[in-house]
């Protein structure tokens, strides 16, 4: 089966600049999800875009998605501590054979904000 | 609250001895499934559950059964756990069982299992 995989596997910065996560994966998609998980919670649905679109806006979260680089984006902006978590990008196959089975995800990205 | 809810949350046993963590969902989701994550690996399904009485293997089987006798629970059950079974799982659902999900999947809190 398909899957994500983030870059990069770790990343730390300061307290209010932006922090770039990406994803990429191997075959067509549905649409691709990003999740957040804090350190041994369950994972939170952050946004969902769609394989005909291109940006998608949510709050302080800015997604992108180049379906020729078959790559995506998640940026955070002006970022806080509480943003300290892992972010997982999700993608569904569409060839998974119909269902939700076809969602499978990355490895995350470990995303540190320091204060 | 619109939950999913696992049991137990933290969970020590020994190898051989059958155990069973049990999920629940209060928003009537069709769709159930069962995770595990593990350091690099990342997330890998288990198994997941489309309806009633409807259950389908994922990636990573062996070793582990399902049921799913009413829309809202759906146990994970470890009939002769192993060490290698140690690790975090994760029940999740979803309202969309459809032509490949296009909604959210809301995740419970995570079970951490050790088998000694």
């Known amino acids: 089966s398909q899957q994500g995989e983030e870059d990069p596997q770790a990343l730390s910065i300061q307290e209010g600049e932006n922090a770039t996560m990406n994803c990429s994966y191997k075959t067509s998609i549905n649409n691709l999800q990003w999740y957040r998980q804090n350190s041994g919670r369950g994972l939170v649905h952050l946004i969902l875009?769609?394989?005909?679109?291109r940006e998608k806006h949510s709050g302080r979260l800015r997604v992108t998605l180049d379906t020729s680089k078959k790559s995506s984006s998640l940026l955070i902006t002006a970022s806080r501590a509480a943003d300290t978590a892992s972010y997982f990008c999700a993608t569904v196959d569409p060839y998974s054979g119909g269902g939700a089975d076809g969602l499978t995800f990355g490895k995350g990205t470990h995303l540190i904000i320091q204060p | 609250e619109a939950q999913v809810t696992q049991n137990p949350r933290y969970l020590i046993t020994v190898t051989g001895k059958k155990l069973t963590v049990t999920c629940s969902q209060n928003?009537?989701?069709?769709?159930m499934s069962w995770y595990r994550q593990d350091p690099g690996l990342g997330l890998r399904q288990i198994y997941y559950?489309?309806?009633?009485?409807?259950?389908d293997k994922g990636d990573v089987p062996e070793g582990y059964k399902v049921s799913r006798k009413e829309k809202r629970n759906f146990p994970l059950i470890l009939e002769s756990p192993s060490p290698n079974q140690t690790s975090l799982y994760f029940c999740a659902s979803s309202p969309d069982p459809g032509q490949g999900i296009t909604g959210e999947l809301f995740f419970g809190e995570g079970s951490r299992l050790t088998v000694l």
């Open positions: 928003m009537n989701h069709e769709y």
């Open positions: 559950s489309m309806n009633v009485e409807v259950t």
């Open positions: 875009i769609r394989s005909n679109e």
